[in-house]
Structures are given as C-alpha cells and as structure tokens.
C-alpha cells in the first residue's frame, strides 16, 4: 500500500493534468440534497491548486435568501473556523497561499461544511493536504454537534483504492463528484 504522502502526490498531479470546470447541473444532486435537508449555514472553502471549482455553487447558492455561506479561516493554533462571507468581502492570502476572509469575523458553526479534498475512497476516508486542519477542525465541531454533515468534494477520477487511515483522520458523511454522490 502506498503511503499517504505518495498518493497525495500522486494525486495532486492528477488532479492537475485531468481539472476541468464543472457544469452547473453536475450540482443538481448536491443543491436537490442542501433543499431536502433544509441546511442553512454552508461552509464552502474558495478553490485553489486544480480543486474541485465551488464558485459557481457559491453563486446559485447565494441566489436563495435564506443561505448563508461561510469560508473556512486559519486559526494560529493549527485550527480553523468559520466566518460569514459574501462574494464582494475582501479575501487575504494566508500562510499556505490559499484565499480566506480577515480572521477578525465571528466564528459560525455549519450546518454542512464541504470538504476539499486530494483523493478519496469508497468508505468515505479522505486524503487532504497532510496538515490535519480540516481532521482537527471537523472532530471539535462534531464533537459539539454530531449533527453536521460533512461532504468531500472530489473529481471521480480522484477515487484510490483505499486511503490509509489514522486515529485521528474524519470519515466524511458522503463524497460528492461531477457524477453526483458515492
């Protein structure tokens, strides 16, 4: 079995030969899914490196009144949280090069908080970065309210065969592609 670091990689280099823009119905699923569970507050992270694009599902989820979405901040102690955040709010480069909100808004909880993800598996087990901010983030959360949903947003072509796991990696409650649920 490849380590995690190999198939980190390996998949990020995939991710960048194969990208493509996402076509506004292959959201169908996942708005059909937000509706049906009548989620609120949305934590969607602002896309870089050849991730799964969720621009555009900021922009038919800001269209409905009642949706609040959120970006997700990193916190100096290996953490994160997450804050209010319109498409015309100011976005700062953070330490890893990645697009967040100022750090000074007020912390919200989610109601489903999308997931970026490198690679995944049929068991739900996501591969991230390596830095551990989203396993951390989400175990204090959960912990708190075991009722958020978490979805890993992924290209199908970012499925392995089996993501090697630890006692501190989160299984994910679904992972959602440009071909729908898995």
């Not at 890893?96 to 970026?116: A, H, Q, S, T």
């Not at 901010?133 to 075991?146: A, E, G, Q």
């Amino acid at each position: 079995m490849l380590s995690k670091e190999k198939i980190r990689k390996k998949y990020v280099n995939i991710r960048k030969k194969k990208y493509f823009r996402t076509k506004d119905k292959c959201f169908k699923p996942l708005l059909n899914f937000i509706a049906r569970k009548k989620i609120k507050k949305i934590s969607i992270y602002y896309p870089s490196n050849y991730e799964f694009d969720t621009l555009r599902l900021f922009q038919i989820l800001k269209k409905r009144d009642r949706t609040e979405i959120l970006l997700p901040v990193i916190l100096k102690n290996n953490s994160m949280k997450f804050v209010s955040w319109k498409f015309s709010d100011p976005l700062i480069v953070n330490k890893f090069g990645f697009l967040e909100p100022e750090k000074n808004k007020k912390k919200i909880i989610p109601d489903l908080i999308l997931v970026p993800t490198v690679a995944f598996d049929k068991f739900k087990n996501r591969l991230g970065y390596g830095k551990g901010y989203y396993d951390k983030t989400l175990t204090k959360y959960i912990s708190k309210n075991p009722n958020i949903i978490t979805i890993g947003l992924a290209f199908s072509f970012q499925k392995y065969k089996k993501i090697p796991i630890s006692k501190y990696d989160v299984k994910l409650n679904n992972i959602f592609t440009e071909k729908g649920f898995y």
